[in-house]
């Protein structure tokens, strides 16, 4: 059954030994459980990409010249949610690729800063690709874009401290114990209070076999092609 935002530092409270928060504030112990959550969900959104994944359109105009801004609506962004990482990038019914820099000559257009391929035998060439400027995404060619961009991408989900007391934390069923003891030995560790080693050994333990369970769902590839399934590749 989820636990609660509550529920959850109750528990992370109980294990380090600080029922009445004479150590950690609640609001100290949200971030730093925030911190862990967020780096839990890194590991599964690398062997499993799609164990969530966000349809999501983004209507025209975008931002002059051309770009999508990747934050979140709530920081003056465009997305839904908090992106992890691009999976699909379609515009116009065409679909984007991730600008490979052996793929192009670049060549900088004096007032649309176009990304441009040249090939010999056709002249210029125009190929639709994105590319990543920080928190922006740019859509080579500029200004290409007609109708609206469809987005697919995994992403973390809401921050521990902005749930309110009573949500049910996003967290794969049967995996408290990897949140729990991870946070725990975290906030010994900080606190310098008393050996973090033995609360952290249960932490690694419970998240690896909440990325079994995940692995076991998730049927992926019968051959491996995409880098970011590195346990595909026997790399996990």
């Known amino acids: 059954m989820p636990l ?43 062997m499993a990409p799609y164990i969530n994944s966000q349809y999501q359109q983004i209507n025209l105009p975008l931002r002059a ?13 465009d997305l839904a949610q908090r ?23 670049m060549v900088a257009s004096s007032f649309t800063g176009d ?3 040249i090939r010999a035998s056709t002249g210029v060439e125009q190929r639709f690709s994105f590319q990543f400027l920080g928190n922006q995404m740019w859509l080579h060619p500029l200004g290409n874009v007609t109708t609206f961009v469809e987005l697919r991408y995994n992403f973390r989900p809401v921050p521990f401290t902005s749930l309110t007391e009573g949500f ?20 010994l560790s900080k606190g310098n209070a008393e050996d973090s080693q033995q609360v952290r050994m249960i932490g690694e333990m419970a998240k690896a076999k909440m990325l079994d369970s995940i692995r076991r769902q998730y049927h992926g590839m019968i051959q491996p092609f995409a880098p970011s399934n590195m346990w595909e590749w026997g790399g996990i």
């Open 4 to 46: 609660t935002k509550a529920q959850y530092r109750t528990a992370i409270r109980e294990a380090i030994d600080d029922p009445n928060a004479k150590r950690w504030s609640d609001n100290n112990l949200d971030q730093l459980t925030e911190l862990v959550c967020d780096d839990l969900y890194s590991d599964m959104l690398d």
């Open 65 to 77: 010249p051309g770009y999508i801004d990747l934050r979140t609506t709530a920081f003056g962004g």
């Open 83 to 105: 992106l992890y990482r691009i999976q699909q990038v379609i515009a116009d019914g065409r679909q984007y690729f991730a600008k490979d820099p052996r793929d192009f000559l």
């Open 115 to 117: 990304v441009t391929t």
């Open 168 to 187: 049910q934390v996003d967290m794969p069923e049967g995996s408290h114990k990897a949140l729990i003891y991870l946070t725990a030995a975290d906030a």
